[in-house]
């Protein structure tokens, strides 16, 4: 039975790993990126929006499709992270019960 509807073979699988690299930074990538797709779905609603919405027109109704198609794109790009670069750490504040005029 043909549909007009996109399917998990739509972008190919060889095209997404080729994009991203490895299936652990495929998977990783496509996870994190649907999740925020979904945030921004549910901001939408509350009228906050302050996620990046989706990268690409899609006909796709699933977060982890349009993910996908955004990677396939290049809209979506990992980025490799030096472990050996700290980042720098923000300084504790004090806690909001801490009185010193007592």
Known sequence: ?????????????EELLEKAGSKFRLVALSS?????ITDYVGQLKEGLGTIVP???TSTASRPLS???EEIAAGKIVAIDIDPEVEEPVAEASEPAGSDESA
């Open 1 to 13: 039975m043909a549909h007009g509807y996109d399917t998990m073979m739509n972008p190919p699988i």
């Open 32 to 36: 994190r990126r649907s999740r925020e």
């Open 54 to 56: 989706p990268q690409v």
């Open 66 to 68: 349009i993910a996908f």
